[in-house]
Each structure stands twice: as structure tokens, then as C-alpha cells.
């Protein structure tokens, strides 16, 4: 099948957000531009790394002195746009900077089909203009448009269950069997 390619340059939103319940929820990054929307699912612990490695790039880039332009975002607490129809599941995610447009890359490839989970070696890259290969959304974000996607991926992943006071794991609301209490519940 021949390779999708999901290009946002830039996005009105682009923003992480859930469906379902806490214990069991999709996890997506959206983008969209006009009528135009794309979801692509991915791990909690992909939106995590994702916000965490963007918040540091951000802060290398002010101690560098790149200066964000002056627009405001705001704070997005939307859901996200609906009908979520999931494009593809992501595999790899990427960061990177465009220096000459002030421009932070986002990029998310769906997982091959052959493919067993493992990491892209930097001199392996994939050509982006093959006809065959992963999906790709691609997104280019100025840098207060990526703070925002940042706090809000944050306010998304804290959302979640809470964790058991004494081992840290999830809490399902009827509590759950904790080893720190020799299996006996917590509730």
C-alpha cells in the first residue's frame, strides 16, 4: 500500500488528548488545519517522552537565545475534534529543529507491518520520498505553539488514575491488589 503522508506546516492545533476512561484510555496526537483532521495513536509513555524531550529542547533553545515570536497561545482544553478516526498507530517519533524557519519538527511514522519494535539508527533514515513505507504526520510547530502542546500533554498523562500511596502503581477505582500491603487491596 502505498505510503500517507499527513503534512501540517503549521498546524491550527496540534495538541495530545484521550479517549475512554482512566485505566483505559487511547492515547492520540491530533493536528488540524481547516476541515482537515489527523489522529494518529500512540503509548502514554510515547505522549510522556514526547512532552518531556520537547520541554527540553525548548529550554536548550532559550539558553541559546532563540527568541519565540510574539503570538500568544492559548491555553487549549478542548477535547479533541471529533469523529477521532485513528490514521495509524505510531512507531517511531522524532524531534528536531528547522533553524531558518523557527520551526520545531514533529514527526510520528506508523509501525511497519514486518517491523519488531526497535530504534531507528540515525544513519539508517528512512527516504522520506519512497512510494512504499510507514505513514508519516508531520508537524511544524512555532515555539509557543509547542510550550502549549507540552503543558497540555502533561495535564493529559497527570489526568489519569491516581497512584497507590504505598507502591506508586495506578489506582483503579475499587482499589487494587498492592505488593507493599502482601497483596491485600488498597483502596
Excluded at 519494535?117 to 504526520?137: M, T, V
Aim: charged share 30%.
Amino acid at each position: 500500500m502505498p505510503r500517507r503522508r499527513y503534512v501540517y506546516d503549521p498546524p491550527e492545533r496540534f495538541v495530545a488528548g484521550t479517549v475512554g476512561q482512566p485505566g483505559d484510555r487511547t492515547f492520540f496526537l491530533q493536528a488540524r488545519d481547516g476541515g482537515r483532521v489527523t489522529s494518529v495513536v500512540l503509548e502514554k509513555v510515547q505522549v510522556a517522552v514526547l512532552a518531556d524531550r520537547l520541554n527540553r529542547l525548548l529550554d536548550e533553545l532559550e539558553q541559546r537565545g532563540v527568541t519565540a515570536p510574539a503570538e500568544a497561545e492559548t491555553n487549549d482544553v478542548e477535547p479533541l475534534d471529533e469523529p477521532v478516526v485513528e490514521a495509524f498507530r505510531a512507531g517511531t517519533l522524532t524531534l528536531g529543529w528547522d533553524g531558518p524557519s523557527d520551526r520545531i519538527l514533529v514527526e510520528a511514522r506508523a509501525r511497519g507491518e514486518d517491523e519488531e519494535e526497535e530504534a531507528i539508527e540515525p544513519d539508517e533514515a528512512l527516504d522520506d520520498e519512497a512510494e512504499d513505507g510507514p505513514d508519516i504526520l508531520r508537524v511544524r510547530l512555532s515555539t509557543p505553539a509547542a510550550r502549549a502542546f507540552v503543558e497540555r500533554a502533561v495535564r493529559v498523562i497527570a489526568s489519569g488514575r491516581p497512584p497507590c500511596p504505598l507502591c506508586g502503581q495506578p489506582l483503579d477505582p475499587q482499589g487494587h491488589i498492592c505488593p507493599r500491603r502482601n497483596g491485600h487491596y488498597v483502596n
